[in-house]
């Protein structure tokens, strides 16, 4: 019966290639077409995916100094 669920990896590239690959650029085009409905939206989304990058690429390099030290 696990064989058949997926891992939670998986499950979270696909999440993260939908986002990417769909909704990001739906919500751009839309921002162009109806600025009052989706801009803020838009805008928000964009926010918070740069601070989740800067946070992931914060860890990296935490990850990367704690291995040096050993």
Do not use: C
């Not at 997926?6 to 751009?28: F, Q, R």
């Not at 989706?38 to 946070?55: F, G």
Request: charged residues 30%; glycine residues 2%; without cysteine.
């Amino acid at each position: 019966m696990k064989k058949d669920l997926a891992s939670t990896s998986k499950l979270k590239k696909e999440g993260i290639a939908a986002i990417n690959n769909n909704l990001v650029g739906y919500m751009n085009t839309m921002a162009k077409v109806n600025p009052a409905t989706y801009e803020a939206t838009a805008k928000t989304m964009a926010e918070l995916i740069d601070k989740n990058n800067e946070l992931v690429k914060r860890r990296k390099k935490t990850k990367v100094a704690d291995s040096e030290l050993v």
